[in-house]
């Protein structure tokens, strides 16, 4: 096993998404091109997951405030 990463990183420019287990407090960063797309996938995931929707990213910084989906 290596040493683990102590940069940050860097996002890509789309739109994010986060999923996490229903009561946990971190997640996975899901990222689409379009927001079709990503609302999309937070409809489908919203059925079995906690579902937060991140917004735009522009130069590894979001853009809009962050939104809560819940089943």
Known sequence: MGRPATKP???MDGFYIELRN???SSGVKIMRETEAQMLQSAQQYKKTKDV????ES???KFINDPKVLSA
């Open 58 to 60: 522009k130069n590894g």
């Open 22 to 24: 229903r009561g946990a």
């Open 52 to 55: 937060v929707i991140l917004g």
């Open 9 to 11: 990183t860097k996002l």
